[in-house]
């Protein structure tokens, strides 16, 4: 028996998904649940597993197109179906015809077998074609990718390494024209391109800009990084600016919204997206009830969704029903931003490097850890006055912070700031 595996609707707006890479081929044999490919939709990234354990008959789409949800892009010859049928007409008594079928199966599966062990690997045909452009081994190459495959990347740092210079995928891959080099646009890109156009275009943008002292995060994060180690917890400042943000959105609805032609629909939960950089651009994920959690917990959920994101392990449910967003471009260095606000939000907020410089505090110069804050906000939604009174809102809370030890084996409890101090 023939089964279709179709591209499947991640999320209730999406219609359309992009094939970005198969991880199997015609021939192959596959277990029920292994991925079969990977592919980008406009809210994820993610891989589709088989529906059965079989064997590829048929792959219809190649690698970068695009199609419709439901659209069929592949067929597996189901190994269960054929199982099945042998058993039921066992049942009637021996026939020499039966046996002899029988037997001509199990060989077959058996060689199947054996040929599905050998591609066990299974080698991309970008791979594939870098490896032989560069005329190398596979065999040589130890693999990163999901079960152990050999990707892109491998090849050029295995490349850079025999040379000890650094390699830039061969030119073939891209198209020339005299000293310019035209880059194809990846799905991923393609699509971030649409939605920052539409934002731009629909929403009225203005960006406000806050700076603060960050001296209490830091003396809490330093008494508290190494406990939350011991609970498998990197600790950084994302969380402590999320659970600042999640109380301000809930003094300020105003932010946690979106709008429509009929009015502005006030948001009952606070939903929190954490923009995560991959290597092919970004992907929000998001925090549900934001304003409900403690600090422990929050770092837990930015760490766990942030390596979910970069391993496309992310469901549609992870990247739906955002209510507000925060970026961290200071994880690069940058001081400040003004970032786009992701539709139908009306606001997104950036978050700058911690720097130390000299400021003025009770008319005297110290030296302080420093952070710019800036929120970006849709100017039909809200006035200046609202969006200043909001990013001040987050202001005071990191900088009244309070320094106590956190402690992971308690319950949260209600001090404002997130947690048990």
């Not at 934002?199 to 508290?224: G, L, P, Q, W, Y």
């Amino acid at each position: 028996m023939f089964v279709n595996v179709i591209m499947p609707q991640m999320g209730e707006s999406v219609a359309e998904g992009t094939i970005i890479r198969w991880l199997v081929h015609e021939g192959d044999r596959v277990e029920k649940e292994q991925p079969l490919v990977e592919i980008s939709t406009d809210k994820i990234d993610t891989e589709v597993p088989s529906p059965v354990s079989g064997i590829v008959k048929k792959i219809f789409c190649p690698e970068g197109k695009t199609l419709p949800v439901q659209e069929v892009i592949a067929q597996i010859e189901s190994i269960e179906a054929k199982e099945g049928v042998v058993s039921a007409g066992g049942a009637s008594g021996y026939s020499p015809l039966l046996e002899t079928t029988k037997k001509i199966e199990t060989v077959e599966a058996t060689k199947e077998i054996e040929r599905a062990e050998e591609r066990e690997k299974r080698y991309s045909p970008l791979v594939k074609k870098l490896a032989q452009e560069y005329e190398l081994n596979l065999e040589e190459i130890q693999g990163t990718g999901e079960g152990g495959r050999v990707t892109k990347k491998n090849i050029m740092d295995y490349v850079a390494a025999k040379s000890g210079a650094i390699v830039r995928p061969p030119v073939s891959e891209e198209k020339v024209f005299e000293k310019d080099v035209l880059i194809p646009l990846s799905p991923k890109r393609k699509i971030t391109a649409d939605k920052m156009i539409l934002s731009k275009r629909t929403a009225a943008h203005v960006t406000t800009v806050f700076e603060v002292d960050m001296t209490k995060i830091i003396k809490c994060r330093e008494m508290n990084k190494d406990g939350m180690k011991r609970e498998d917890i990197h600790l950084t400042y994302l969380p402590f600016i999320t659970i600042a943000t999640a109380r301000a959105l809930k003094e300020h609805p105003i932010m946690n919204a979106s709008w429509t032609e009929e009015g502005i629909v006030q948001k009952n939960n606070i939903n929190i997206g954490i923009a995560v950089s991959l290597e092919d651009g970004l992907i929000v994920p998001v925090i549900k009830d934001a304003d409900k959690k403690d600090l422990l917990q929050l770092a837990k959920d930015i760490q766990g969704i942030a390596r979910r994101a970069r391993a496309k392990k992310l469901k549609p449910e992870d990247v739906q029903e955002g209510t507000f967003t925060i970026t961290n471009y200071g994880i690069n260095g940058s001081l400040f931003g003004t970032p786009v606000i992701l539709l139908p939000q009306v606001a997104i907020l950036g978050v700058g490097t911690v720097v130390k410089r000299p400021v003025v505090v009770d008319d005297a110069i110290a030296i302080r850890p420093m952070m710019y804050l800036a929120l970006s906000f849709d100017h039909r939604v809200m006035d200046g006055a609202n969006a200043d009174a909001f990013l001040r809102a987050i202001k005071e809370r990191l900088e009244k912070w309070e320094v106590l030890a956190y402690d992971t084996k308690r319950s949260s409890s209600s001090t404002g700031y997130g947690g048990v101090w």
